[in-house]
């Protein structure tokens, strides 16, 4: 079981950056991939980054490469995602997911209940 709580979300205007977090709870953080998600109003859910176990792999979805990193910190139980040059069409919730073996599908085991991000132009 991992238990998932994302925070760091909120309004920022455009061009700022945010750093979001999720912190999990389990013994079984240090095994499992962590990936970031994010969904709009009206919008279906979208796949942003994922980081394997050991921090050692990442993928990241075209909209946000080069402008999001995500990384981990196994000592800490924590994944961030690092945010920069946000943008409008950013605004969404953002939910970060935990599996077993790294994917950029949507098929995650456990997930978070989200945390609002909100870039005003």
């Known amino acids: 079981q991992v238990q998932l709580v994302e925070s760091g979300g909120g309004l920022v205007q455009a061009g700022g950056s945010l750093r979001l977090s999720c912190a999990a709870s389990g013994r079984a953080f240090s095994i499992v991939a962590i990936g970031w998600f994010r969904q709009a109003p009206g919008k279906e859910r979208e796949f942003l980054a994922t980081t394997s176990p050991s921090g050692g792999r990442t993928y990241y979805a075209d909209s946000v490469k080069g402008r999001f990193t995500i990384s981990r910190d196994n000592a800490k139980n924590t994944v961030y995602l690092q945010m920069n040059s946000l943008i409008p069409e950013d605004t969404a919730v953002y939910s970060c997911?935990?599996?077993?073996?790294?994917?950029?599908?949507?098929?995650?085991?456990?997930w978070g209940q989200g945390t609002q991000v909100t870039v005003s132009s």
């Open positions: 997911a935990a599996r077993l073996g790294i994917s950029q599908s949507y098929d995650y085991t456990y």
